[in-house]
């Protein structure tokens, strides 16, 4: 069976850390800033995980 090609779109919203979880930014953070709290603000800066469910999914995308 040939290869799978890389999706391109997933390639560059996630990133494979050297444990095997795959790390992703969170949403919400585009525009309309001005009514989200700064404490909201803020916790959307932290990059987050993703589930495990969709781990195994997301791996064979990237």
Do not use: C, W
């Amino acid at each position: 069976m040939p290869k799978q090609k890389t999706h391109s779109g997933a390639s560059k919203r996630f990133h494979l850390t050297g444990s095997g979880k795959i790390k992703r930014a969170k949403m919400n953070r585009r525009h309309i800033l001005t009514k989200k709290s700064s404490k909201r603000l803020r916790g959307l800066r932290k990059t987050a995980y993703v589930s495990s469910t969709q781990e195994k999914t997301i791996k064979d995308m990237i």
